[in-house]
């Protein structure tokens, strides 16, 4: 069983950044993807951003170019930079884990849904 806490989120402006953390506690063992979430307001949970154990990293097209996910094995942590911030962006953003990027892509993860934390983005 993994507890994981999300943080980093804030109020910016447009074309400011943040760098979100997610620590994480507990087993990983069959954990391969660990990603970002987020549910914009009126909208589902989407994956963002997703990393493997063996460093192949998924961007949703909307972000790609902008947002760098990269992960911490050793604690267990993942992290989303991201720049250029637009008030699309603006949600709560969730860590999680899953097998594989095609599933956890299809909000098929393995851990409960942690409480988030919150991105503003306004002008």
């Known amino acids: 069983q993994v507890q994981q806490v999300e943080s980093g989120g804030g109020s910016v402006q447009t074309g400011g950044s943040l760098r979100l953390s997610c620590l994480a506690s507990?087993?990983?063992?069959?954990?391969?993807?660990m990603g970002w979430f987020r549910r914009a307001p009126g909208k589902q949970r989407e994956l963002v951003a997703a990393?493997?154990?063996?460093?192949?990293?998924y961007y949703a097209d909307s972000v790609k170019g902008r947002f760098t996910i990269s992960r911490d094995n050793a604690k267990k942590n993942v992290y989303l930079q991201m720049r250029s911030l637009k008030s699309e962006d603006t949600g709560v953003y969730y860590c999680n884990g899953g097998p594989s990027i095609p599933t956890v892509q299809a909000l098929g993860v393995l851990w409960h849904w942690g409480q988030g934390t919150q991105v503003t983005v306004s002008s």
């Open positions: 990393v493997t154990n063996g460093g192949i990293i």
């Open positions: 507990g087993s990983i063992f069959g954990i391969d993807t």
